[in-house]
């Protein structure tokens, strides 16, 4: 069975707040909650890179949740023009910024950017524990 849940964001600081939010309020209520601090990191970091990069003035973010079987997938989609490579070089020691999807890159189980008509979306993957593994059940 697969669950799915979208919400979209105004483009403003608060936003990403609100997207944090937003996911911990969906996983907690599918009681996913094994994997909550990567997903919220993963969405801090994608709503950010919305925010400042993507989606321009006047324009909304969309933050989507799916969860099919022991799989979340978090997708934020923007509907700026401004092409992403989530293979970014690593940032100097001394940069203030630049650092956000090497992270996610890492806590995530997959990442990967999808072309929209207007836009793009950027998602990760990660795998959760099954209903009987956070219960201590043995399969």
Avoid at 43 to 49: C, K, P, Q, R, Y
Avoid at 65 to 91: F, H, K, M, W, Y
Wanted: one cysteine or more.
């Amino acid at each position: 069975m697969s669950l799915s849940r979208h919400r979209r964001f105004p483009r403003s600081r608060a936003s990403v707040r609100d997207a944090r939010a937003f996911v911990r309020q969906v996983l907690t209520g599918w009681g996913h909650t094994d994997r909550l601090d990567d997903v919220t990191l993963c969405v801090s970091e994608l709503a950010t890179n919305a925010l400042l990069h993507g989606a321009p003035p006047g324009r909304e973010y969309c933050v989507s949740l799916t969860l099919d079987g022991s799989v979340i997938r978090l997708a934020v989609r923007d509907s700026g023009d401004r092409q992403l490579d989530v293979d970014i070089p690593e940032a100097g020691p001394e940069a203030c910024s630049g650092r956000g999807l090497r992270i996610v890159r890492e806590v995530a189980d997959d990442m990967g950017i999808s072309p929209e008509v207007v836009g793009k979306s950027v998602w990760v993957v990660l795998k959760t524990a099954s209903p009987g593994e956070r219960a201590g059940e043995a399969y």
